[in-house]
C-alpha cells in the first residue's frame, strides 16, 4: 500500500496513467528455497483489496490456462512471464479473458520474433497488449539491452514497456539472482530518449530487504527524482 499509493501520487502529478503490479507466485524462482509469495487465493484476494482501496488498474502474472482465467476475474491487466512467452496455450487463454496483456520479451527472443507473439494473442481475441523488453541474454552471465530493439517494436506496431529493473539482472546461476540497480536511471532514462509507451520499474522501500530481486529494485526515494528526470525527457523529445 505504501508503495502503490507513493507511486500512484508522483505517477498521477506528471499527468501519467500507473498501474500496480505484484506477484501472488513467483514461480520462476532461481532456487527452490526461495520465498515464492501469498499464493495464487490469497494473493488474488489482496490485489483485489488493492485494486479497490487505491483505485488504480492492477497487473499480475499467470503462469497457466487455469490461472490465466481465474485472475482475468480479478485484475485488470495479464501480464506473461517471459520464459513463457511463446506458449501458445497461455496466451490464447489469456487473449479469451478479454483483458489487457503484457507479454514479457524473453530474453532469447529477437525483435523482430515479437509480432508472431502478438499475433497469438489478436487471433485470441485480445484487443489491448503490449511488448515489455527486459534486456537480451548475453553469454552466461549477464543480459544487456540494445536499444535498437525499442525502435523495431515500435515500427511493426506494438505498444512497448521498457524493463528497467529486470534489464539490470545478472543472472549468475547461483541460489539468487543478482543485480546492478545503480543502473536502472540510466537505463530508464535512455529508453525514455528512445521511445517507449510505459515504463516498468520494481520499486521497494527498503530494497536490502527485500524477498526477490532485491539487487535489481530501485529505492522508493529515488522514484521522484527519476520520474522527473524521465518526464523532462519525455517533454523534450516530444
Not at 17 to 24: P, R
Not at 174 to 200: H, K, M, N, Q, S
Request: aromatic share 6%; charged share 25%.
Amino acid at each position: 500500500m505504501l508503495i502503490g499509493r507513493t507511486l500512484r501520487d508522483l505517477a498521477h502529478s506528471l499527468g501519467w496513467d500507473y498501474v500496480f503490479k505484484a506477484s501472488y507466485d513467483k514461480a520462476n524462482r532461481t532456487s527452490l528455497n526461495s520465498p515464492r509469495g501469498p499464493g495464487f487465493q490469497k494473493g488474488l484476494k489482496e490485489l483485489a483489496a488493492i485494486r479497490k482501496l487505491l483505485k488504480v488498474p492492477v497487473l499480475t502474472d499467470v503462469h497457466s490456462v487455469q490461472e490465466a482465467k481465474a485472475a482475468g476475474r480479478v485484475v485488470d491487466i495479464l501480464q506473461i512471464p517471459a520464459f513463457l512467452c511463446r506458449q501458445t496455450d497461455l496466451l490464447i487463454a489469456a487473449a479469451k479473458t478479454k483483458k489487457a496483456i503484457s507479454v514479457k520479451k524473453g530474453q532469447f527472443l529477437a525483435p523482430q520474433a515479437v509480432s508472431a507473439v502478438m499475433e497469438k494473442l489478436r487471433r485470441g481475441g485480445c484487443k489491448k497488449a503490449w511488448i515489455t523488453e527486459r534486456g537480451t541474454s548475453f553469454g552466461h552471465g549477464d543480459l544487456v539491452v540494445d536499444m535498437r530493439g525499442l525502435v523495431t517494436m515500435r515500427e511493426q506496431g506494438h505498444q512497448v514497456i521498457f524493463d528497467a529493473t529486470h534489464s539490470v539482472q545478472r543472472p549468475t546461476g547461483g541460489e539468487i539472482t543478482r543485480g546492478e540497480a545503480r543502473f536502472i536511471p540510466a537505463l530508464a532514462r535512455a529508453a525514455a530518449a528512445v521511445g517507449i509507451d510505459g515504463l516498468f520499474i520494481e520499486v521497494h522501500p527498503n530494497p536490502k530487504k527485500a524477498l526477490s530481486d532485491k539487487e535489481s529494485m530501485l529505492p522508493l526515494s529515488q522514484a521522484k527524482p527519476l520520474f522527473r528526470q524521465i518526464h523532462r525527457i519525455l517533454y523534450a523529445v516530444s
